[in-house]
């Protein structure tokens, strides 16, 4: 009845709204078409919105410049920034160059009656110039972004310390390489128990077949005691799938060289990013159900996280934690490593705290991860 | 050829199931423009969401039910409107809508033709496109929630229900309505493309045609060649969906379990989506640019400046774009090598788009500026196309792109270049064409009103959103309110999500206006805004077959405005050239 009502009360109001809105045109008399009066007014807001739009421009300079990121963390970061600062002062000079110069021109050239417009089709000279500038100045861009870029994808690495940055919904792990600096295999099959990052090696393949074992041999008493047919069906199921799962184990297992298998016994996994300032890591990212991104905005750095594959990437922090502190003149600052694809309804809250110490602080820290050291696990 | 007006008509084939471009091309218009309510609303929804994390507030309880329980929106149906917003702003709104109802307008009126090359499958293209929407708007009903991995729908979060709730039933319909779209945008493309190849008039070279038709010959013939790319995207996506197959995953375990896929690839998807994605967004982009063009000129009273040039950057701009799709992909893992090649064409781009603003520009110097709504908003889409593709130098270099990928930044930069570019471009057609259309003009003052209240709106929803990128904020983001470092960003998001509300107040403007005009509106002269252009040489009145004579043979260029030695400052495309006039272009 109600919602009769509403449609009713909303009908009658078109309708009026239609009425005043013919009566107001018969009485202003405006003609419904395009006069130099309109052309004025509009050719006058055109050059009004042009500035405004400059003056909202630096406004919003003026007030949210120093909300946006400012002092890069890493080696590679003023080299990016100084590629960023040199672009967008070449697209504000264009900006502040094109849009006055269109608004303006607007404003200018407004109709009148007893104007004409000049008869201009082309200009070869002219063309040629406005497509060869561009060119030249794009020329000199792109060869200017990819020496950047190849400085920042072809670091020597080899002395950089290896780090798994392992993503799942909706958290990040982190694995140290250990004092060998070599990461254990891993692999999805083996997540399990306490190894939450299927890192392979001797002990965690024992765990967990003995888990396995255990699973089966509570199933065959459970089969034994079961009556009905049904259920027995499901717990032989069950019971297929878990020797299945036990077999793949082994293949890993055996299929794994025998370095590998050591170089996992020292790997450690922690749920906080700690580095060492000044020191050069190698980020290897792994995902074990769909794509993550892996985004440190402080240290200029982001790479996708894809199951099924392994990606990378390499910098250098240079200011820690506490010195940002007191950069920033804020005591509640810390790095984070934000998620930055969209991965599922927590996507907006996955993060990782880092922090950025000296190697003495780091060296600390890393004594007192022990326990979730691969071989202790 | 009186032959086509004397068929009977009943109110099915004359309304519903019309061969007739004309009926077509209003069916897309209006089919679009529900569609384009939709997303806004959504829009308007989710920026409320942003703007008061966590707070209660009915609107959102109002309309979203029970996916925002006392008011507050859930990150699921957060994700589901972003993502549904997205798909229909960019497929049904500025594709079918926007291609469907100028291309069907324009193509057959201004090339010389009684109809499109087959009526019958341009109205199949209609109703496929109708399908689509209706499916799409079904998958908002389901119980596990419309689809939610983003637009991009990139695997595994689109392929594995366990990982979000819209990648169960709400994804299936989602890829189902694709796939219609799809075939309804390849029968409409053929049929554009074979239209302009072989039904001209007599004296309509192609270097007479208008840049409307180029601008969507050039369009279709790019849907023509990416769409089934995103085809087969998507069907491979459903076989990994329904059928077990691993084109895209591998080694994944969700909730305890590994699935039983292995040795796919996730990214394979990427490079097939945006083999269609990036393409896409000139699909959207140069009808626009094309309705424009035409707009300006003749508002300008004056030629476009660099005919020859324009078509040309049609063309580079569309060449190029096959080549670029992997600055969507940069931080993917994809080889650094790839990367850089992919820096240099779509750096390349820049130089045709750059040449387009240039010859706009050069269009309106000197004329005598006619400010109709669709002139302003004419200029307001060369504004936009200035400032939007700017910053596309930033993110499609990739070192820079390393900094914002993903986040408010390229929200900003793409709604500001192909959002609202596109839009302007296609409110500037509506006006510009709604006299041919309906017979009727619209009215002038609230088409100020409307113009004035979106440009406005329109900069202040979007261009405080590369400050919120240069913070760092992720797009896709539920809620800032996670991350300490956002917490000053609130008063930005707040200006934000008032613009975006008050925008899409001001559209109610543009819709009393449209539909009040359509029954009550001025009666349009044959050729309201002295235009040289073929559509308007035909009467008022709906005819099939356009004329009700001959059609008119074409003698010169549609761009002979204020031609020093002629009467009027417009000489249609009919009248032929005078001894010793010569033909510049
Ligand atoms: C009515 C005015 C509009 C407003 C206020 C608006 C606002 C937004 C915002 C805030 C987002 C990002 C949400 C997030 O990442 O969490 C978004 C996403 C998006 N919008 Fe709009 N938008 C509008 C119009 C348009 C138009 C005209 C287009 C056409 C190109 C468009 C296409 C998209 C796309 C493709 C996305 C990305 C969806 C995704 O991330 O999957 N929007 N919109
Ligand atoms: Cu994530
Ligand atoms: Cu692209």
């Given at each position: 009845?109600?919602?009769?009502?509403?449609?009713?009360?909303?009908?009658?109001?078109?309708?009026?709204?239609?009425?005043?809105?013919?009566?107001?045109?018969?009485?202003?008399?405006?003609?419904?078409?395009?006069?130099?009066?309109?052309?004025?007014?509009?050719?006058?807001?055109?050059?009004?919105?042009?500035?405004?739009?400059?003056?909202?421009?630096?406004?919003?300079?003026?007030?949210?410049?120093?909300?946006?990121?400012?002092?890069?963390?890493?080696?590679?970061?003023?080299?990016?920034?100084?590629?960023?600062?040199?672009?967008?002062?070449?697209?504000?000079?264009?900006?502040?160059?094109?849009?006055?110069?269109?608004?303006?021109?607007?404003?200018?050239?407004?109709?009148?009656?007893?104007?004409?417009?000049?008869?201009?089709?082309?200009?070869?000279?002219?063309?040629?110039?406005?497509?060869?500038?561009?060119?030249?100045?794009?020329?000199?861009?792109?060869?200017?972004?990819?020496?950047?870029?190849?400085?920042?994808?072809?670091?020597?690495?080899?002395?950089?310390?290896?780090?798994?940055?392992?993503?799942?919904?909706?958290?990040?792990?982190?694995?140290?390489?250990?004092?060998?600096?070599?990461?254990?295999?891993?692999?999805?099959?083996?997540?399990?128990?306490?190894?939450?990052?299927?890192?392979?090696?001797?002990?965690?393949?024992?765990?967990?077949?003995?888990?396995?074992?255990?699973?089966?041999?509570?199933?065959?008493?459970?089969?034994?005691?079961?009556?009905?047919?049904?259920?027995?069906?499901?717990?032989?199921?069950?019971?297929?799938?878990?020797?299945?799962?036990?077999?793949?184990?082994?293949?890993?297992?055996?299929?794994?060289?025998?370095?590998?298998?050591?170089?996992?016994?020292?790997?450690?996994?922690?749920?906080?990013?700690?580095?060492?300032?000044?020191?050069?890591?190698?980020?290897?990212?792994?995902?074990?159900?769909?794509?993550?991104?892996?985004?440190?905005?402080?240290?200029?750095?982001?790479?996708?996280?894809?199951?099924?594959?392994?990606?990378?990437?390499?910098?250098?922090?240079?200011?820690?934690?506490?010195?940002?502190?007191?950069?920033?003149?804020?005591?509640?600052?810390?790095?984070?490593?934000?998620?930055?694809?969209?991965?599922?309804?927590?996507?907006?809250?996955?993060?990782?705290?880092?922090?950025?110490?000296?190697?003495?602080?780091?060296?600390?820290?890393?004594?007192?991860?022990?326990?979730?050291?691969?071989?202790?696990? | 050829?009186?032959?086509?007006?004397?068929?009977?008509?009943?109110?099915?084939?004359?309304?519903?199931?019309?061969?007739?471009?004309?009926?077509?091309?209003?069916?897309?218009?209006?089919?679009?423009?529900?569609?384009?309510?939709?997303?806004?609303?959504?829009?308007?929804?989710?920026?409320?969401?942003?703007?008061?994390?966590?707070?209660?507030?009915?609107?959102?309880?109002?309309?979203?039910?029970?996916?925002?329980?006392?008011?507050?929106?859930?990150?699921?149906?957060?994700?589901?409107?972003?993502?549904?917003?997205?798909?229909?702003?960019?497929?049904?709104?500025?594709?079918?809508?926007?291609?469907?109802?100028?291309?069907?307008?324009?193509?057959?009126?201004?090339?010389?033709?009684?109809?499109?090359?087959?009526?019958?499958?341009n109205m199949l293209s209609y109703w496929f496109f109708f399908a689509s929407c209706v499916v799409m708007i079904i998958s908002l009903f389901v119980q596990s929630g419309p689809a939610s991995a983003g637009w991009t729908i990139y695997p595994p979060l689109s392929a594995v229900p366990e990982t979000i709730s819209g990648s169960g039933l709400g994804m299936t319909l989602w890829l189902v309505s694709m796939t219609l779209f799809i075939v309804s945008s390849l029968l409409g493309g053929l049929n554009y493309i074979v239209t302009v190849l072989n039904l001209r008039t007599t004296g309509m070279s192609m270097t007479r045609l208008p840049l409307t038709v180029w601008a969507l010959l050039v369009t279709a013939i790019l849907g023509v060649l990416s769409f089934p790319v995103l085809l087969s995207a998507a069907l491979l996506l459903i076989f990994d969906r329904s059928f077990g197959t691993s084109f895209y995953l591998s080694d994944i375990l969700v909730q305890g379990e590994v699935l039983s896929h292995a040795g796919g690839n996730p990214i394979l998807f990427q490079h097939l989506f945006w083999f269609l994605g990036h393409p896409e967004v000139y699909i959207v982009l140069l009808p626009a640019l094309g309705l424009t063009s035409e707009i300006i000129a003749t508002n300008s009273r004056k030629p476009i400046f660099g005919y020859r040039a324009m078509i040309g950057s049609i063309l580079a701009i569309a060449f190029l774009s096959f080549i670029v799709w992997g600055h969507h992909m940069f931080i993917t893992g994809m080889n650094p090598f790839l990367g850089s090649v992919f820096v240099f064409t779509t750096l390349l781009i820049a130089i045709p788009s750059a040449i387009k603003v240039f010859n706009y520009i050069a269009t309106l110097w000197r004329g005598n500026l006619q400010f109709t709504p669709a002139m302003l908003f004419s200029i307001g889409l060369v504004s936009t196309f200035i400032t939007g593709g700017l910053t596309g130098l930033i993110l499609g270099d990739s070192?820079?792109?390393?900094?914002?990928?993903?986040?408010?930044?390229?929200?900003?930069?793409?709604?500001?270049?192909?959002?609202?570019?596109?839009?302007?471009?296609?409110?500037?057609?509506?006006?510009?064409?709604?006299?041919?259309?309906?017979?009727?003009?619209?009215?002038?003052?609230?088409?100020?009103?409307?113009?004035?209240?979106?440009?406005?709106?329109?900069?202040?929803?979007?261009?405080?959103?590369?400050?919120?990128?240069?913070?760092?904020?992720?797009?896709?983001?539920?809620?800032?309110?996670?991350?300490?470092?956002?917490?000053?960003?609130?008063?930005?998001?707040?200006?934000?999500?008032?613009?975006?509300?008050?925008?899409?107040?001001?559209?109610?403007?543009?819709?009393?206006?449209?539909?009040?005009?359509?029954?009550?509106?001025?009666?349009?002269?044959?050729?309201?805004?002295?235009?040289?252009?073929?559509?308007?040489?035909?009467?008022?009145?709906?005819?099939?077959?356009?004329?009700?004579?001959?059609?008119?043979?074409?003698?010169?260029?549609?761009?002979?405005?204020?031609?020093?030695?002629?009467?009027?400052?417009?000489?249609?495309?009919?009248?032929?050239?005078?001894?010793?006039?010569?033909?510049?272009?």
């Amino acid at each position: 009845m109600i919602k009769v009502l509403i449609v009713l009360v909303a009908i009658v109001f078109v309708a009026q709204v239609v009425r005043i809105f013919e009566l107001s045109n018969l009485i202003t008399k405006t003609k419904n078409e395009v006069s130099d009066r309109s052309n004025h007014i509009n050719g006058v807001l055109l050059l009004l919105s042009g500035i405004g739009l400059l003056a909202f421009f630096f406004w919003q300079r003026a007030e949210w410049m120093d909300e946006t990121l400012q002092v890069a963390a890493s080696e590679h970061g003023p080299i990016i920034d100084n590629l960023w600062d040199t672009t967008m002062g070449l697209i504000i000079v264009v900006f502040l160059i094109l849009t006055p110069m269109l608004f303006g021109i607007a404003f200018f050239y407004r109709g009148k009656e007893d104007k004409k417009a000049s008869y201009i089709t082309h200009n070869n000279k002219l063309e040629f110039f406005w497509t060869a500038i561009p060119a030249v100045v794009l020329m000199a861009l792109i060869s200017y972004g990819l020496v950047v870029w190849g400085k920042i994808v072809n670091q020597d690495i080899s002395d950089a310390m290896v780090i798994e940055i392992y993503a799942k919904q909706f958290s990040w792990t982190a694995r140290y390489a250990g004092d060998d600096n070599k990461l254990g295999r891993a692999d999805v099959r083996f997540v399990g128990g306490k190894n939450e990052l299927g890192v392979i090696s001797q002990k965690t393949k024992e765990n967990q077949i003995s888990a396995i074992e255990k699973k089966i041999i509570n199933l065959n008493l459970d089969l034994k005691s079961s009556e009905n047919p049904a259920e027995k069906k499901l717990i032989t199921k069950k019971i297929d799938k878990l020797e299945k799962q036990k077999k793949t184990l082994i293949t890993y297992f055996i299929t794994t060289p025998m370095d590998k298998l050591l170089s996992a016994e020292d790997d450690v996994v922690t749920k906080e990013l700690h580095l060492p300032v000044g020191k050069k890591v190698l980020f290897k990212f792994r995902s074990q159900d769909v794509i993550h991104s892996a985004y440190l905005p402080h240290f200029r750095v982001q790479m996708n996280c894809v199951p099924g594959t392994t990606t990378q990437f390499a910098f250098t922090p240079t200011i820690t934690t506490v010195d940002m502190k007191k950069e920033l003149n804020d005591e509640s600052f810390e790095y984070v490593m934000l998620c930055n694809k969209i991965c599922g309804n927590a996507h907006y809250n996955m993060q990782m705290k880092v922090i950025v110490e000296t190697e003495e602080e780091y060296n600390a820290w890393m004594e007192t991860q022990n326990n979730t050291r691969i071989s202790n696990l | 050829m009186s032959e086509h007006g004397h068929h009977k008509e009943n109110f099915f084939s004359k309304y519903v199931f019309s061969l007739d471009h004309k009926m077509i091309s209003k069916q897309f218009l209006i089919t679009g423009m529900v569609m384009g309510v939709i997303a806004m609303v959504m829009s308007a929804l989710f920026r409320i969401q942003l703007a008061n994390p966590g707070e209660s507030n009915s609107i959102l309880s109002t309309f979203l039910g029970r996916w925002a329980e006392g008011g507050v929106m859930s990150p699921d149906i957060y994700l589901s409107l972003v993502t549904i917003h997205g798909t229909i702003m960019v497929f049904f709104v500025l594709t079918g809508g926007l291609s469907g109802t100028f291309a069907n307008l324009l193509l057959p009126f201004q090339v010389g033709a009684r109809d499109m090359a087959s009526g019958f499958l341009n109205m199949l293209s209609y109703w496929f496109f109708f399908a689509s929407c209706v499916v799409m708007i079904i998958s908002l009903f389901v119980q596990s929630g419309p689809a939610s991995a983003g637009w991009t729908i990139y695997p595994p979060l689109s392929a594995v229900p366990e990982t979000i709730s819209g990648s169960g039933l709400g994804m299936t319909l989602w890829l189902v309505s694709m796939t219609l779209f799809i075939v309804s945008s390849l029968l409409g493309g053929l049929n554009y493309i074979v239209t302009v190849l072989n039904l001209r008039t007599t004296g309509m070279s192609m270097t007479r045609l208008p840049l409307t038709v180029w601008a969507l010959l050039v369009t279709a013939i790019l849907g023509v060649l990416s769409f089934p790319v995103l085809l087969s995207a998507a069907l491979l996506l459903i076989f990994d969906r329904s059928f077990g197959t691993s084109f895209y995953l591998s080694d994944i375990l969700v909730q305890g379990e590994v699935l039983s896929h292995a040795g796919g690839n996730p990214i394979l998807f990427q490079h097939l989506f945006w083999f269609l994605g990036h393409p896409e967004v000139y699909i959207v982009l140069l009808p626009a640019l094309g309705l424009t063009s035409e707009i300006i000129a003749t508002n300008s009273r004056k030629p476009i400046f660099g005919y020859r040039a324009m078509i040309g950057s049609i063309l580079a701009i569309a060449f190029l774009s096959f080549i670029v799709w992997g600055h969507h992909m940069f931080i993917t893992g994809m080889n650094p090598f790839l990367g850089s090649v992919f820096v240099f064409t779509t750096l390349l781009i820049a130089i045709p788009s750059a040449i387009k603003v240039f010859n706009y520009i050069a269009t309106l110097w000197r004329g005598n500026l006619q400010f109709t709504p669709a002139m302003l908003f004419s200029i307001g889409l060369v504004s936009t196309f200035i400032t939007g593709g700017l910053t596309g130098l930033i993110l499609g270099d990739s070192a820079l792109d390393i900094n914002v990928h993903d986040t408010y930044f390229v929200v900003a930069h793409f709604h500001i270049v192909m959002g609202l570019s596109a839009i302007f471009g296609m409110l500037a057609g509506v006006y510009h064409w709604f006299p041919r259309m309906y017979g009727r003009l619209m009215n002038l003052k609230l088409g100020y009103i409307h113009f004035w209240g979106t440009f406005i709106c329109a900069y202040g929803t979007f261009f405080p959103m590369h400050f919120l990128g240069m913070a760092g904020l992720p797009r896709r983001y539920y809620s800032n309110s996670a991350f300490p470092m956002f917490d000053n960003l609130v008063d930005i998001n707040e200006i934000v999500s008032f613009f975006a509300i008050a925008g899409a107040l001001i559209q109610v403007v543009f819709f009393f206006n449209f539909f009040y005009s359509i029954f009550r509106g001025t009666p349009s002269p044959q050729n309201p805004w002295k235009s040289n252009t073929l559509e308007w040489t035909a009467p008022v009145e709906r005819i099939h077959g356009n004329w009700s004579g001959e059609i008119p043979a074409v003698h010169r260029w549609a761009y002979d405005y204020s031609k020093p030695g002629m009467d009027d400052d417009f000489v249609p495309q009919t009248v032929p050239l005078k001894k010793g006039e010569e033909e510049h272009h």
